[in-house]
């Protein structure tokens, strides 16, 4: 071990009693940080029987859902081999497992497999990701068993990726992005990461110029390629538009949806700002409020008590009467996993850690659905996405809540314009697709 890992090596092992301690403080509120935890520390439930994993890490929702497409594939192609998902988040583990569970409901009849405890679907496996120590990735490593390790997007755990170079476990990077801010700061810690990426690590980058950064950091050219961003390839299913259908019926038969998605502090006052105009010329319109976390379902509640709007939670309306869920004037979605089936419903969407300097969330998800779409100018977390779909006329841009209130006006006034909006999101969507074949490519070749 080098002098620069065994450093943060030391500052992690010294980091963990209180991130201990904070994952036991939430667990008091939020059972979910304490189920499975024993795999954060390389522990739980060794895979059943002797067949070597697909190990497929995604580290929140976000991830999740980018992989879906992925693990759709890679059951369809490789039925014998177990498939081990892990994340770093209660939301993306839940996620995950919902994901694991409609693929086996999806495969009714096939071979049963996984983790005893951990196990979600037909030979799929979730569990926490380990925290990045040696003895955590090796005990890891020991139960999940790895032909190869797929990170979802940029995780690049020093650890992790020195821990597999040494067990001989390829690691491929899917659909890889780097930002320069993020390239700046790992260059000043590249004897980190350099062994590893010498010798197990292969990238397939969303675009040339996050090829170009993976590159400066000492990637060497014959494990470098761009592949594209594979959440262009996540196609929406049936069952996706079925249950949009079902939602619109129940809540919006006769009135217009739209949705302010993966909100943070501040997006819900301009959300409901924009409702609350956009109500002056359409009084039964139906605004579903959806907070990117769980902790702040009930901070947005108070929120919602104070606006004056009838309002109603969906995770209290399964007993609601049909007269109430059409009264409603906001929905708060306080659940995880659901938001998509919402945007299916929608007339309009907005995504939201834009209008504040989050990043923004995934675009894809409404675009791929031919939702109108709006969002903020903070981009950064998937800058490309932003500018090809802007660039295609697919993505409405604003600055400020008083420029969303308008847009949310326009676009639900006018019929020509969310049109647009739509056609061009379809086809834009539609053009880039292709990413998920270049990995499966890639990950043959690693399995080989």
């Known amino acids: 071990m080098n002098l620069s890992r065994a450093l943060y090596s030391l500052l992690a092992a010294l980091a963990l009693p209180g991130l201990s301690l904070l994952i036991l403080w939430r667990g008091l509120s939020d059972r979910a940080y304490l189920s499975g935890w024993a795999a954060r520390f390389g522990r739980g439930p060794a895979l059943a029987g002797n067949a070597r994993s697909i190990w497929l890490h995604a580290v929140s929702v976000g991830e999740v859902q980018a992989a879906g497409a992925l693990l759709e594939a890679l059951r369809a192609q490789y039925p014998a081999l177990p498939l081990v998902i892990t994340c770093a988040t209660p939301a993306g583990r839940e996620r995950a497992r919902a994901l694991a569970q409609a693929l086996c409901r999806s495969r009714a009849g096939a071979d049963t497999g996984g983790g005893a405890n951990e196990s979600a679907g037909a030979g799929v496996d979730v569990r926490y990701a380990p925290y990045d120590l040696g003895p955590c990735v090796r005990g890891a490593l020991r139960r999940v068993r790895p032909a ?15 821990e597999c170079a040494r067990a001989g476990v390829p690691v491929l990077i899917a659909s890889a992005r780097l930002s320069e801010r993020s390239l700046g700061r790992l260059k000043r810690f590249s004897g980190l990461l350099q062994p590893a990426l010498r010798t197990a690590v292969t990238v397939a980058a969303q675009t040339p110029a996050d090829a170009q950064r993976f590159a400066a950091l000492g990637l060497a050219p014959d494990r470098l390629s761009v592949c594209g961003n594979i959440k262009f390839d996540r196609t929406p299913g049936a069952g996706l538009r079925t249950a949009g259908a079902a939602l619109r019926a129940r809540y919006a038969p006769a009135r217009l949806l739209w949705v302010a998605g993966s909100t943070h ?18 009084a039964d319109a139906l605004l579903v409020l959806a907070p990117r976390h769980r902790p702040r379902f009930d901070e947005v509640a108070v929120l919602l008590e104070r606006s004056g709007l009838r309002w109603m939670r969906y995770s209290a309306v399964a007993s609601a009467s049909t007269e109430a869920c059409h009264a409603a004037a906001v929905l708060l979605l306080d659940t995880i996993g659901d938001l998509e089936n919402f945007y299916a419903a929608a007339d309009l969407a907005f995504v939201g850690g834009s209008l504040v300097p989050i990043g923004g969330h995934n675009l894809l998800e409404p675009a791929a659905l031919g939702v109108p779409t709006i969002t903020g100018p903070y981009q950064s977390a998937a800058p490309q996405v932003a500018q090809e779909l802007s660039a295609q006329g697919a993505l409405k841009i604003v600055a400020t809540p ?3 209130s308008s847009a949310v006006t326009l676009l639900l006034s006018d019929a020509a314009a969310p049109r647009a909006l739509s ?21 043959r070749e690693q399995l080989a």
Request: no cysteine; aromatic share 2%.
């Open 148 to 162: 190869v390790l797929v990170i979802m997007e940029t995780e690049l755990w020093p650890n992790l990726l020195n």
């Open 265 to 282: 502090q501040g997006e819900e006052q301009a959300a409901l700002g924009a409702h609350l105009a956009l109500r002056n010329s359409r």
């Open 402 to 404: 008083a420029e969303l």
């Open 423 to 443: 056609t061009a999101a379809l086809a834009t969507v539609a053009a880039n697709r292709g990413a998920l074949q270049r990995l499966l490519g890639l990950i």
